[in-house]
């Protein structure tokens, strides 16, 4: 089936509307079609992009497995399904409460809300869903719920249980959309349940105290209590004294050289020019949070959340990002080289000015054809695992 001009208009327009920006669109395309965005519609403009896919589509006689394909990962926009409607005769529109139809409008003013950590709980097993996957589904209930604040703070080993971090009306939200049965037929995957996420903050006083004065009590404590999840959002650790000051008495600055902070929550953290050296942050979640001008050579950031946070100015020499989730995160001017970026979520990630000589790459999420270009002319050695 071949589409008219009109209704491949049409069909631009609605996927535009239902996919904002070049990240979502490619990970529809991956997820949904096991295609390449880059490789079929090249970079520029979105209009351009998404303009370049239909024509290829048309051409080559999958345009309505493209649009069936943004239906499926986007159901709840009224323009996809209007074209679904139109264009798949046989297809089996689902009802979508129009209450329910923006999730933007309804969380409009999360921004304004108050943060809570919330369990979103799967069928499944971890090992049978890739990070990347996972990544994916919390990108989408984002635009589902609006909420600007939705945050993967842990994926728990085992069943699959994602840690999230959110606005209180996003939670609620989704809650609605479980109870009514229609958060199934938005995402195609069976939701268990979502439950709101108890945290003992009353440890974090002490907690503060342990990690201020002795790295040694700190780290042994973190190992005898490795797996409860420890909330330190919003904390200035940038001050962070731990037995060293100047010749004038004063603080220096946070110096937590070989400091286990794996799976801590450090959202929105102060950590600006901190000694990182050595340190374990595997797991973390450090989106949002200031790590400017910090000294991390050869600090593991494994499966670390770093979505939106600044780096810049860094020096992460050797450091170890495998599996991180780099989005948005700002890494101008820091010195990566020799670092490990294999299979990073490096999706709108900024590397201007950065040295990156002998930093290693591959599997990344987000890396387009031209970007990838300039890494290896900078220097950067790019592993691809075999087809």
Known sequence: MQLSGQQLKELQLALINAFPNTTSLEQMLLFELGKNLNAIAGEGRLEDIVFKLIQVANSQAWVTNLVDA?????????GLRAIAERLLPNHDAQTYDANFSSGSDAVLDSKNDSLIIYEFVLSGRVSEVSKQRLEAIVEHLREIT???????????????????EGSEKGFQFLKLLLESGELIQILGISVQEIRQYTLDNSLKPLLLDILRNSKKQWNAWRENNSSMLIDLRNVDLSGVYLGKTNRRGNNVKADLEEINLSGVILSNAVLKGANLNGANLSEANLSKANLSELNGKIVVLNDANCSRTNFEGANLKGACLRRANLSSADLSNTDIRDADFIDANLSGTNFSGAKVQGALFGNNLGLSQKAKSELVADGVIFFEPPE
């Open 70 to 78: 943004a239906y499926n990962y986007n159901p709840g926009n009224p």
């Open 146 to 164: 609006g909420d600007v604040h939705l945050t993967l703070i842990k994926i728990s080993s085992g069943s699959i249980k994602l840690v999230l």
